[in-house]
């Protein structure tokens, strides 16, 4: 006995122009029927929430599917596999396409030469195809804009939820960060770690998705801009702040990679405020209420 509901999208150029667009969503279980040999010509992420199958590579050797695990589709690829025909299983499953997979795939959020994934837990991207399908509703005018956004998230999710990975990253990525400020070259990061530069690569990129070059660059930039943004600091004393002596290379850096010099960005974003900002995000739900003009308290 199986149980299977699906609806299929045709979204319009305009949508595919959002980088992503869902082609198809569905929710299945039980024994359901095996799936190929097939080839598609768009990527597919089927989330398996419960029970266990395998999955048969283009060569013939199987791979068991222990839930919960992801199943990795992509486009071109042969593909065949099915359930256990005793005890099934329970699926969730997205078709999407655009041209944003490139860089999702090279940021390795996409992993078509790892077709099965373990996961750590199933529930936060289940989630998020539930929502899919609940937009999937007959006449909802922003059915194609919801789904697209689904699809970033989703893959957010399945990022998250690997079992491979911890969910926020490599504890490299955050001695990384503590000491991105530091006037430190990559190979001084790698030999502090006992690593050498090829291995400190090797480990950023499998938890980040870039080299440590630019996983440090963007920590720097973007307290940078905070610093531009919110205090009256001269260019030259942020770039102390941010780990670069020479204020003439972070502004080239800076205007480089942000695409406007730093002193127009502090035009631009300027927003002084008197002993500093905040580091802690505001909770809508502890903001104090404020008093009604007139009204005295005792």
Same mark, same amino acid.
């Given at each position: 006995?199986?149980?299977?509901?699906?609806? +299929?999208?045709?979204?319009?150029?305009?949508?595919?122009?959002?980088?992503?667009?869902?082609?198809?969503?569905?929710?299945?279980?039980?024994?359901?029927?095996?799936?190929?040999?097939?080839?598609?010509?768009?990527?597919?992420?089927?989330?398996?929430?419960?029970?266990? #199958?395998?999955?048969?590579?283009? &060569?013939?050797?199987?791979?068991?599917?222990?839930? @919960?695990?992801? $199943?990795?589709?992509?486009?071109?690829?042969?593909?065949?596999?099915?359930?256990?025909?005793?005890?099934?299983?329970?699926?969730?499953?997205?078709?999407?396409?655009?041209?944003?997979?490139?860089?999702?795939?090279? $940021?390795?959020?996409?992993?078509? &030469?790892?077709?099965?994934?373990?996961?750590?837990?199933?529930?936060?991207?289940?989630?998020?195809?539930?929502?899919?399908?609940?937009?999937?509703?007959?006449?909802?005018?922003?059915?194609? %804009?919801?789904?697209?956004?689904?699809?970033?998230?989703?893959? %957010?999710?399945?990022?998250?939820?690997?079992? &491979?990975?911890?969910?926020? #990253?490599?504890?490299?990525?955050?001695?990384?960060?503590?000491?991105?400020?530091?006037?430190?070259?990559?190979? &001084?990061?790698?030999?502090?770690?006992?690593?050498?530069?090829?291995?400190?690569?090797?480990?950023?990129?499998?938890?980040?998705?870039?080299?440590?070059?630019?996983? $440090?660059?963007?920590?720097?930039? #973007?307290?940078?801009?905070?610093?531009?943004?919110?205090?009256?600091? @001269?260019?030259?004393?942020?770039?102390?702040? %941010?780990?670069?002596?020479?204020?003439?290379?972070?502004?080239?850096? +800076?205007?480089?990679?942000?695409?406007?010099?730093?002193?127009?960005?502090?035009?631009?974003?300027?927003?002084?405020? @008197?002993? #500093?900002?905040?580091?802690?995000?505001?909770?809508?739900?502890?903001?104090?209420?404020?008093? @009604?003009?007139?009204?005295?308290?005792?």
């Amino acid at each position: 006995m199986h149980h299977t509901w699906m609806r +299929f999208f045709t979204p319009g150029p305009a949508h595919h122009r959002l980088g992503l667009v869902c082609l198809g969503v569905g929710l299945q279980h039980g024994t359901l029927p095996t799936v190929g040999p097939r080839v598609l010509d768009h990527h597919t992420a089927v989330v398996i929430s419960t029970g266990g #199958g395998h999955y048969l590579h283009p &060569d013939g050797r199987p791979t068991p599917v222990t839930a @919960p695990a992801l $199943l990795w589709l992509t486009p071109g690829t042969p593909h065949h596999y099915a359930p256990d025909p005793t005890t099934g299983w329970d699926e969730g499953f997205v078709d999407f396409t655009g041209p944003a997979t490139a860089p999702y795939t090279e $940021l390795g959020y996409i992993e078509p &030469d790892r077709p099965v994934v373990p996961l750590t837990d199933a529930t936060a991207p289940r989630a998020v195809i539930t929502r899919m399908a609940r937009a999937a509703r007959p006449g909802n005018p922003l059915l194609e %804009v919801e789904t697209a956004a689904a699809v970033h998230e989703l893959l %957010v999710a399945l990022r998250r939820a690997r079992a &491979d990975l911890t969910p926020d #990253g490599h504890p490299v990525l955050h001695s990384l960060a503590r000491d991105a400020f530091k006037p430190m070259s990559v190979a &001084d990061h790698a030999a502090r770690h006992g690593m050498t530069p090829a291995a400190l690569r090797t480990a950023v990129r499998r938890g980040a998705g870039c080299s440590p070059k630019d996983f $440090l660059l963007g920590i720097r930039l #973007g307290h940078a801009k905070e610093l531009l943004a919110t205090t009256e600091l @001269p260019v030259a004393a942020v770039a102390r702040r %941010v780990g670069y002596l020479d204020p003439a290379y972070f502004s080239r850096l +800076f205007t480089r990679r942000v695409g406007t010099p730093p002193v127009r960005f502090r035009a631009q974003q300027g927003r002084t405020v @008197p002993g #500093g900002w905040s580091e802690r995000i505001p909770d809508p739900a502890k903001r104090p209420t404020p008093r @009604p003009p007139g009204r005295r308290t005792t």
